[in-house]
């Protein structure tokens, strides 16, 4: 058992796929989608935390114009287009509190636009 388990993990890391977490029963569990809207000149929710290892996927929207989403610590880096879900599949491994900037020049108060993200163990 151990060596299929071994398998779908070099396969699925082969494939890219990194937001798929497996159970210590060798089922595969859906990552947990965290829902983040962008409008001028904030992120709702303004802070998130994901725990170290656990992968996620963020599903980014806005509501007005085109924004971004940086958060060079996790690798993120994204532009959000209006009408369109943009899905990040990010997995920590790293401990510390991390800003996501806005990657878009959106306005006035682009400078400002900013998203806490808190990683635990």
Known sequence: MKSIRAFILLTIATLGVSAIAVRAGGALDEPKRIEITA?????????????????????LRTTD???????????????????????????????????????????????SMALQVNVVE
């Not at 409008?39 to 599903?59: A, N």
């Not at 880096?77 to 790293?94: C, R, W």
């Open 39 to 59: 409008s001028k000149f904030s992120y709702s929710p303004s802070e998130i935390t994901l725990k170290k290892g656990q992968p996620v996927v963020l599903v």
């Open 65 to 111: 114009v085109t924004h971004g989403l940086k958060i060079e610590a996790l690798g993120v880096k994204s532009e959000i287009s209006k009408g369109k879900d943009t899905e990040i599949p990010v997995t920590p491994t790293q401990v510390g509190q991390f800003v996501g900037k806005c990657a878009h020049f959106c306005g006035k108060g682009h400078g």
